[in-house]
């Protein structure tokens, strides 16, 4: 308590003593602008208003009212103005008059600094800005001293010294506090400010020296009259040499540069520091896989719900039953006919049962090159009018003649034709249903949907000679299976992994579950018991599908086009027929006839681990971000690493030496490394190019030469410089690989989270590749990454895929679904060939982008990664300790 | 003896009627219900009321037939010609033929109308169209208050006066539609309360709101045009029309139970022919040319005839070869007609009638194009989509069909399309699909130029009016025309977005006016383009860039609590004195005891 009173004293009596210092010229102007604000603030504007006589006014400048070039700084708008105003001027007008002496600054305030910025404002406004804005306030007069201030500070320390480096002129400081003032200070005149201080550098630089009378004349004047004498505090000329002051501060100032508290430097340069950025990469990489495994936690996922609430669903009766069953079995006669035929036939057959249901129908043509095989076929599609719509908007069922797994859909097909038949029956429909027969369920879907948004390619797919409106549903039935099911798997990947509107399949869940008594599974979980372990691998069967971005069904390709759409496929032998499932198909129908809008209320983004549990974006992209992350602080910490001096021993020695002394920096070279990486990277189209260009039989020959590629230019690149690489450079290399996967990665996971967190794991050994010729890395690590790397590569990954896919594929499923055995047996024999085939297909025919994300992001990072792994150890001799600089 | 006199007038007035050819003066009110067979199993009905009133008892305010408060309107909103459409479903050119009335009577879906306004300049126009509307809108209970300045265009080609006018040069046209308007019953309602016999008899009792809206196209016109015979009076004529396309086996259903539950297996019609047919296996047999009563069909018969109208006019007629057998209830007299193709009936006045078309004979049910009547070939098809997709850019595609083989065909095409869909007029462009896909461009090219002849564009003006588009261009025969263009979406304001803005907006139809090729050669100065047959296209729904509604009450929801939290309790604060317990006056029980003693010392002192 005591001590607070005793300072407060001290800084008051400070004050007072500095302003029983002040000299007299600035006395008198701070006396005559205090009056003048009483005189204003007495008799406002009643019997002589002051601001009106006196301000700056351009418009009525003239020789009679030249009087106010001199008092517009005396007056002011108001009493903060005034107060902001002494504020600023006092001490660098006592520090002018100091310098200049009382009459120099009588004669120059009074005189030429006055008038000569009004005329120069009054010149700029009237004549050049064609404004009149009148201006008053001693401000100008403040920003004219700080100038001058200014440009003297500048002489003596011409830098502000940020991090030993000069950076910052000090003359730019009053341009930095004059925008500052234009942005804080309501109705403050930026041209009158900037006319001050443009006077004030002028005058700085001497320029104007010749306005301030001579020191003969001044010292006549002072003897005559004997002002020394006779004045209090007037500040005479003789003084003004030594200054009054003995010897000014302003001259003393030493050359110091400005340093960051020691505290800060300290810990910057503790070598602690760099250390840490491993370790924090891994706990990202820990953490962020960690989350996935508590995301099937009752905590942290969510019940689904019905978002849409006009979905209503399996609010409705359906009526799908009776002597429908008797049409169904005559259709599957005609469809078992068709068995075995060519496509054209089938259609040429199928076409006059529809015509007969008064439906129009059309067809499509459409040819598909992908790996050297070729797709084509001929869709036949029927649109049923709506009875009293007007073709603004349909839905889509869809039956394709063969499913995913090259079955014939022979209880699809015919149901899909019975379904329009008792469809056609009802008025009720707002929306036209087109009903889409295809040839198969990858490329005749995406032929169809691309011509329907024309955005097909017209030579190789015919355009649609009938449309509808807009496409607000598609639902896709795939009932291959004879006899009798047990329970419907819907299937809902779309292309690149987008997702339908978590709605649909919400609807389908509660009309088939809760309606009609069916259960539904999900991600080919047959048996779900609702526990951690079942809904853990159920995510991640859906992660591991939407990584891979590949078309799981019909439905998958209406999704990119904002078309919310979803396969039924009965499965396991129950008591539900075919009936059932078109009541579900009916009710789901209903229930998209009830929308008004367009599929939206409900989550785009979204992982099932259940029927009714997910999570949402906003739960589990934390995870991928993570993993992304580790890259981008490794790169980080990489860069930093490769701004410090190579040498270990040295650097201790140094840090023994002067650790409070400069930083040191070292020079990078950027050329070297940056031209390695953009070469990788650019190289990266090209396995992108023959992967999806390449004939089928020379796939396999281009993967074992992308494999082997790597080493070589890895051997290629570390002996082809003329000078050997510095560790700098690998450094370097490695930071901006990782840096751009990290930036890649980090923006994938917001589009396709799981291809994002799938390749962000298995790059997880490029965080920690230890650099070849860093001093501690023996034989033994650098061995161990090589492995290392060349286990987790994408070529590696590609073979693991197409054994380990097809075995657990074909393993984890049972009898019901027999048919993903052979699919797993196809994939194995298949190997790395099917793979390449899959995803040559989905680039050609889907648009599917996961080959882009690992050719062009995942690969040049790996062979950047190998680059370094095997880099030449350098022969280092003392001519080649990299360049340092020290700041002066 | 009532019989007998009536009779008689019946025979002076047929023999009126059949002696000079109808005037409009002494036929004041008929109506009409035509019933035409089209193909799997539909039935079109249309119905034509008309009445006139001469333009001099108009001015004077005596309406007989005309109804008052559709004639008050009009002289109240100084409205020379009117043509109103209420219209639901399309039309299923392919199938059915040409349309009805050359397409005349129709609108596109929604509500549409047009009127040639009494007016010298555009602002005076433009107050009485807003007069006009919004007392329409009163009267039909439709939304045409709705058609604002940015949905109302002033055609330039398109539309011709069906009337009589004597003085073109202060007219008007102002047309306007409304593409998202629902018609239900209570537009039909009102409409029919203009007629003389307001629905109670005549052929007009077999309207129903039920019937008519579960129709697979239907189409409500109310047509107000002045006559003048020459030599005669001139005349204000009314014409309300009503056609709709029913779908017989779904009319059949009873009112009470429309659910189209699955017949019993018996009743499934099958085709036996099928090698697999047997009692739980059937290949059905669908459309067959199904027996229709009047009242299975509209669920009533119809009411005698209205006293009013003009009974030399038969009121309904039924377009079936003659060679089909009709059943008629009795007092029902049956008139073929000389062309062989359609017969109609005379009702007296307070019998019911009911009408049957049987089953054709196994015979001539082998060929079905016998038993109903060809559908005459349109003049043209039209199909419009729109092309792309996403929410930022967009096209049109009208696809124009000309059936013919040796006719050309011009017409001139119309758009009135909202503002926020901004087209780019240099895309717009009309070429001939090719019979072969690969022909090499040249060649096509030449033939292109010529398709388009004239185009006139009004562009769109921000949130005050939309794009007009009339295209006048040809179609040679037996060739496909591609008009194609693009547009950009705008991105609408907040609170611009109509309710269930995920929706989408609906566009207008496009109105195809077919010139007719007899007139084409006199119209030199293109001031009278008769128009031979008009069609309109289906509307289009188009998805703007919608934002998520939710977000902005989240943060309006989120800023309030926050600000009602913190300005309460600051308040609160600020506002309260505080005082210490003992410091306060006492409150409750006790200070009421303090002044009952305090009275009470009062007293006793």
């Given at each position: 308590m005591n001590s607070v009173t005793n300072s407060l004293k001290l800084s008051l009596g400070r004050t007072a003593t500095h302003i029983d210092r002040l000299p007299l010229f600035t006395r008198v102007v701070l006396v005559v602008m205090v009056t003048l604000e009483v005189l204003r603030v007495l008799f406002p504007r009643s019997w002589w208003d002051l601001e009106e006589w006196g301000r700056l006014e351009p418009d009525v400048m003239g020789i009679a009212t030249m009087y106010r070039t001199n008092t517009y700084p005396l007056i002011h708008t108001s009493a903060i103005h005034l107060i902001l105003n002494l504020i600023g001027l006092t001490p660098l007008l006592e520090r002018f008059e100091a310098s200049h002496g009382t009459l120099t600054s009588l004669a120059l305030f009074v005189g030429p600094l006055s008038t000569g910025p009004a005329l120069i404002y009054v010149v700029l406004e009237r004549f050049i800005l064609r404004m009149n804005t009148p201006i008053v306030g001693a401000s100008i007069w403040g920003f004219l001293l700080f100038g001058s201030e200014a440009i003297r500070h500048h002489k003596v320390t011409p830098y502000v010294v940020i991090a030993g480096k000069p950076t910052i002129p000090t003359w730019t400081a009053p341009i930095a506090v004059l925008f500052v003032a234009a942005l804080l200070l309501p109705g403050s005149s930026f041209l009158g400010h900037a006319i001050g201080l443009g006077v004030g550098y002028v005058y700085g630089l001497g320029y104007l020296k010749f306005l301030s009378p001579p020191d003969k004349i001044l010292r006549w004047i002072e003897g005559k009259l004997n002002l020394r004498v006779r004045l209090p505090h007037f500040v005479s000329v003789d003084q003004k040499t030594y200054g009054r002051f003995g010897v000014l501060p302003l001259t003393n100032l030493a050359p110091q540069p400005v340093v960051a508290p020691a505290t800060v430097m300290q810990l910057r340069r503790d070598p602690r520091l760099l250390k840490l950025p491993p370790y924090i990469s891994l706990l990202c990489i820990v953490i962020g896989v960690a989350w996935l495994f508590l995301l099937p936690l009752d905590q942290y996922s969510r019940r689904t719900y019905i978002s849409e609430n006009a979905l209503l669903p399996g609010q409705v009766h359906t009526y799908f039953s009776g002597s429908d069953q008797n049409v169904f079995r005559a259709y599957k006669h005609e469809v078992n006919e068709l068995v075995g035929k060519d496509n054209t036939a089938i259609n040429d057959k199928l076409e006059p049962i529809i015509k007969g249901l008064g439906l129009k129908t059309a067809r499509q043509n459409f040819t598909y090159h992908a790996a050297g095989q070729t797709f084509a076929g001929e869709n036949l599609y029927a649109i049923l009018q709506a009875p009293r719509g007007d073709a603004t908007e349909a839905i889509v069922l869809v039956a394709a003649w063969e499913n995913v797994r090259h079955e014939v859909n022979r209880n699809g097909v015919p149901l899909a034709l019975t379904l329009l038949r008792y469809f056609k029956r009802w008025s009720l429909w707002s929306k036209d249903i087109i009903l889409l027969l295809t040839p198969d369920s990858i490329a005749g879907p995406q032929a169809w949907v691309d011509a329907y948004h024309d955005a097909h390619d017209p030579a190789r797919v015919a355009s649609l000679p009938l449309k509808s409106g807009l496409l607000q549903g598609a639902i896709a039935i795939d009932y291959a299976q004879e006899g009798r099911f047990e329970s419907l798997h819907v299937v809902y990947d779309g292309v690149n992994g987008q997702l339908p509107n978590l709605d649909l399949i919400n609807s389908i869940v509660n009309i088939a579950g809760g309606q009609m008594g069916i259960g539904v599974a999900l991600q080919e979980m047959w048996h779900h018991n609702n526990g951690y372990q079942d809904r853990l691998s159920t995510m991640l069967r859906g992660m591991l599908k939407q990584g891979f971005g590949l078309a799981s069904g019909p439905h998958s390709s209406f999704i990119p086009y904002h078309v919310d759409a979803v396969t039924l496929r009965p499965f396991g032998e129950g008591w539900q027929d075919e009936m059932a499932l078109g009541r579900v198909v009916e009710g789901s129908f209903r229930s998209l006839n009830n929308l008004l809008e367009h599929l939206h209320q409900s989550f785009f983004f979204y992982l099932l681990m259940q029927r009714e549990r997910f999570v949402s974006i906003g739960t589990y992209l934390p995870s991928a971000m993570l993993v992304a992350a580790n890259f981008t602080i490794m790169a980080i910490a990489l860069w930093v690493k490769s701004g410090q001096p190579a040498s270990k021993t040295e650097k201790k020695a140094e840090k023994e030496v002067s650790t409070p002394s400069a930083p040191t920096t070292v020079e990078r070279d950027l050329f070297l490394p940056l031209g390695v990486v953009a070469l990788i990277q650019s190289l990266s189209v090209l396995p992108l190019y023959l992967f999806n260009h390449a004939l089928e039989t020379a796939l396999t020959l281009f993967f074992i030469v992308f494999t082997l590629l790597p080493s070589f230019l890895a051997h290629f690149l570390n002996n082809f410089p003329s000078t050997p690489t510095t560790p700098q450079q690998y450094d370097l290399i490695r930071s901006f690989s990782l840096l751009l996967l990290g930036m890649f990665l980090s923006t994938l996971a917001t589009l396709n989270f799981s291809l994002a967190l799938l390749v962000g794991v298995l790059a997880v050994p490029l965080t920690f590749v230890p650099n070849s010729i860093s001093p501690n890395s023996g034989l033994p690590s650098r061995v161990l990454a090589t492995i290392l790397l060349n286990v987790f590569n994408p070529t590696a990954v590609l073979v693991g895929l197409g054994l380990v896919y097809g075995w657990f594929g074909g393993g984890g499923v049972d009898a019901a679904a027999g048919a993903d055995v052979s699919n797993g047996v196809k994939w194995m024999t298949g190997g790395v060939w099917g793979v390449l085939r899959e995803a040559a297909v989905g680039w050609h025919v889907c648009g599917t982008y996961s080959p882009v994300v690992v050719w062009c992001v995942w690969w040049p990072a790996w062979v950047a990664a190998q680059v370094v792994v095997l880099g030449k150890k350098e022969v280092k001799t003392g001519s080649e300790v990299p360049r340092e600089k020290k700041d002066a | 003896m009532r019989r007998f006199l009536s009779l008689l007038w019946l025979s002076l007035l047929s023999f009126f009627t059949f002696s000079a050819p109808v005037s409009a003066t002494d036929s004041d009110y008929h109506e009409q219900l035509n019933l035409r067979p089209l193909p799997l199993s539909s039935l079109l009905a249309s119905f034509n009321f008309r009445s006139n009133t001469t333009l001099s008892e108009f001015e004077k305010g005596n309406f007989r037939f005309f109804p008052r408060s559709l004639a008050q309107i009009l002289q109240h909103a100084g409205t020379r010609e009117l043509h109103l459409r209420f219209s639901l479903g399309r039309w299923d050119a392919e199938t059915w033929g040409a349309r009805p009335w050359n397409g005349a009577r129709e609108g596109g879906t929604g509500v549409e109308l047009w009127a040639w306004l009494e007016a010298d300049t555009n602002e005076e126009a433009d107050h009485k169209w807003l007069t006009l509307t919004n007392a329409l809108s009163g009267l039909f209970c439709a939304s045409l208050n709705f058609i604002d300045g940015t949905r109302t265009t002033r055609p330039v080609m398109s539309f011709q006066p069906e009337g009589d006018h004597s003085a073109v040069d202060n007219m008007q046209l102002l047309y306007g539609v409304l593409p998202h308007e629902v018609v239900c019953t209570e537009n039909l309602t009102p409409f029919l309360k203009l007629l003389p016999c307001k629905g109670k008899a005549g052929i007009a009792t077999l309207l129903d709101g039920h019937k008519l809206f579960d129709s697979s196209w239907q189409s409500m016109a109310i047509d107000i045009r002045p006559i003048c015979p020459a030599g005669g009076e001139c005349v204000l004529q009314i014409e309300q029309t009503i056609d709709m396309v029913l779908d017989i086996d779904r009319s059949k259903r009873p009112r009470g139970n429309p659910i189209p539950r699955p017949p019993p297996s018996e009743q499934l019609p099958c085709d036996a022919s099928k090698p697999y047919n047997s009692h739980d296996t059937c290949f059905p047999v669908d459309h067959t040319n199904q027996e229709w009563t009047l009242s299975q069909i509209f669920g009533k018969t119809v009411k005698g005839t209205c006293p009013l109208a003009d009974e030399a006019v038969p009121p309904v007629c039924l377009q079936v070869h003659h060679s089909r057998s009709v059943f008629v209830s009795k007092d029902v007299h049956e008139k073929k007609n000389p062309d062989g193709l359609s017969r109609c009936f005379h009702i007296s006045p307070e019998t019911d009638m009911e009408l049957m078309l049987p089953r054709p004979d196994d015979a001539e049910a082998a060929s079905s194009s016998t038993s109903i009547i060809a559908a005459e070939t349109p003049l043209l098809y039209a199909e419009r989509s729109f092309t792309g997709h996403g929410q930022e850019r967009g096209g049109v595609q009208t696809i124009l069909r000309n059936p013919s083989p040796d006719t050309e065909v011009e017409f001139i095409y119309m758009e009135s399309l909202p503002w926020f869909m901004r087209i780019y007029l240099h895309t717009m462009e009309a070429r001939i699909a090719s019979?072969?896909?690969?022909?090499?461009a040249s060649s096509s090219a030449s033939s292109y130029s010529s398709l388009i002849e004239q185009v006139y564009y009004r562009p769109a003006l921000d949130r005050a009016r939309g794009t007009q588009l009339e295209v006048r261009m040809r179609v040679p025969p037996a060739s496909t025309v591609f008009l194609t263009y693009d547009f950009e979406k705008s991105i609408l304001r907040y609170t611009e977005y109509p309710p269930d803005a995920n929706r989408g907006f609906d566009v207008a139809a496009a109105v195809i006016t077919i010139l007719d090729p007899t007139t084409q050669g006199q119209e030199a100065g293109g001031k009278e383009l008769a128009a031979a047959y008009t069609l309109r296209t289906t509307s289009l729904l188009c998805s703007l860039p919608t934002p998520d509604f939710s977000m902005p009450y989240n943060v309006i929801i989120f800023t309030s609590t926050a600000i009602a939290l913190a300005f309460g309790g600051m308040f609160n604060i600020l506002v309260r004195r505080f005082v210490a317990a003992d410091e306060g006056p006492e409150a409750g029980l006790k200070v009421l005891i303090a002044k009952l003693k305090a009275r009470v010392k009062g007293v006793k002192g």
């Open positions: - | 019979q072969q896909p690969h022909t090499n």
